[in-house]
């Protein structure tokens, strides 16, 4: 089972910008659909194996998915960071009930 760790959280005044990671475990990695929500419960994005990605619609472009399957990595760029964008960000594999990272805390504040 892949072991997921996120990183790159923090305090960001709003219209900032931050990178969140996923960086994950074992040789299977690239072949992982990885997903990134909001407290456990908002979903993100989504990232296919081969790099197709969907978003939340009301992100409405701000945020950028990405991977480097040399790196096991799963990327979250967010720019135009607004007040409710703050909470926890775990990044996931197979849904609500799949396996869950330990989460990175965005806080945007002024």
């Known amino acids: 089972q892949v072991q997921l760790v996120e990183s790159g959280g923090g305090l960001v005044l709003p219209g900032g910008s931050l990178r969140l990671s996923c960086t994950g475990s074992?040789?299977?990695?690239?072949?992982?659909?990885i997903n990134w929500y909001r407290e456990k419960r908002d979903f993100v994005a989504s990232i296919g194996p081969t790099g197709g990605a969907s978003y939340a619609s009301s992100l409405k472009g701000r945020f950028t998915i990405s991977r480097d399957n040399a790196k096991n990595s799963v990327y979250l760029q967010m720019n135009s960071l607004k007040f409710e964008d703050t909470g926890m960000y775990y990044c996931?594999?197979?849904?609500?009930?799949?396996?869950w990272g330990q989460g990175t805390q965005v806080t945007v504040s002024s």
């Open positions: 996931n594999n197979g849904g609500m009930s799949g396996t």
């Open positions: 074992g040789s299977q990695f690239s072949t992982l659909g």
